[in-house]
């Protein structure tokens, strides 16, 4: 059945050993992210089998179904609403508003827990954590006196909203802040989470500064990548995860539409330049699976739309006809599309150890 995602467990397997090595080098330890694939039970099997002390996920939904025995954590800041489940499913939360941790607080109490916080920081990308600039003594003093929450450590995220690139200069920010809440604490926190796979150039040049020891990495595990600069890291699989899809029909025909032009089906003013007649495939995958800019299509085959349900291509080469498949590759955002799309089939290439 098409269209397919293909799995490649051996790639993915290949590249967690890759990275957890990597990280070792410069004394970092690794949280695997696990929400692109929905902690798709083949991949954790994986997980499991290294080294990793802490499994990261941004939906409860995922951290329930997770077999494992290594800590799980939150990683979106929890939901008032959702409190219950983080305590019952997470060993640690990130966490930003002091009502939600006292929430934390006593329901991790009445279920007999002690739930772990890691205290998010902004330094300056605009999404979740206490602005650095912000006065924090009173919100740590206010998490001393928790007796069902034990502050872990600290954390930030960059370059997911603000688009903000790690460098030792805005980390300094980061260190200022260990210091602060250390002092207010009277004990050394136990974890700096210090980013995402947008940090992962600078512990490729040994400049990630030495305080930091954890790395939360989800996209340069799948594609293969960092996310600073969206460089391909040498060493490592791109092509984990790849979507296959069915060529349904394949003709010769204009390249510019006839007749007076409105918007595509999707209220979109579309223009094109007239190149004479070209060969042009529909491939049965639309944007109710995938957005179009999240295919990364083979050499030859170029993108020119797509409706809900058809996706239509210029074929540079001679080589297919109707009833072919295309294989293409993903990026981070097509993988989160297909891993949540009813209608995309999901099959596993096995390790090399079945
Ligand atoms: C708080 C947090 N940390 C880490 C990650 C992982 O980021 P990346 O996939 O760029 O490694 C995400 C996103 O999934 C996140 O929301």
């Known amino acids: 059945m098409y269209p397919k995602l293909t799995i490649n467990l051996q790639y993915y397997k ?75 499913y997470a060993d640690v939360s990130l966490n930003s508003e002091i009502d939600v941790i006292e929430a934390l ?71 200022e802040i260990k210091d602060r809440v250390e002092r207010i604490l009277g004990y050394p926190l136990e974890v700096i989470s210090g980013g995402n796979s947008s940090s992962l150039p600078l512990v490729m040049d040994q400049k990630l500064p030495k305080y930091i020891n954890q790395l939360r990495i989800g996209e340069a595990l799948v594609c293969g990548r960092e996310t600073a600069y969206g460089h391909d890291i040498i060493g490592m699989h791109q092509d984990v995860f790849t979507l296959t899809a069915e060529i349904i029909e394949l003709k010769m025909k204009p390249s510019k539409p006839e007749g007076k032009i409105g918007v595509d089906a999707f209220g ?29 299509p083979p050499a030859g085959v170029v993108i020119l739309g797509s409706s809900s349900d058809h996706l239509i291509v210029e074929l540079e080469r001679d080589d297919f006809k109707v009833g072919d498949q295309i294989q293409f590759g993903l990026t981070y955002g097509g993988i989160l599309s297909v891993m949540t799309s009813p209608y995309v089939e999901k099959n596993y290439v096995p390790t090399n150890m079945g």
């Open 14 to 88: 290949d590249n967690l050993r890759y990275m957890i090595n990597l990280l070792k080098r410069e004394h970092l330890k690794i949280a695997p992210v696990t929400k692109v694939f929905r902690a798709d039970p083949k991949l954790m099997e994986i997980i499991n089998q290294f080294d990793v002390d802490v499994i990261a996920d941004s939906r409860i939904s995922n951290l329930k179904i997770m077999e494992t025995n290594k800590k799980k954590m939150l990683l979106r800041v929890p939901m008032l609403s959702e409190v219950e489940d983080v305590i019952k």
């Open 268 to 296: 979109h003013r579309v223009r094109f330049t007239d190149r004479g007649m070209i060969k042009r495939a529909i491939l049965a995958i639309g944007k109710q699976d995938i957005a179009l800019d999240q295919l990364i």
């Open 105 to 175: 607080n006593k329901e991790a109490k009445r279920q007999k827990k002690r739930h772990e916080i890691i205290v998010m920081y902004d330094i300056g990308d605009l999404r979740e954590g206490i602005y650095y600039k912000a006065d924090d003594e009173a919100f740590i003093e206010r998490i001393k006196t928790l007796k069902s929450i034990k502050i872990l450590g600290i954390g930030t995220n960059l370059t997911c909203f603000g688009g903000v690139i790690p460098t030792q200069k805005t980390y300094i920010k980061l260190k």
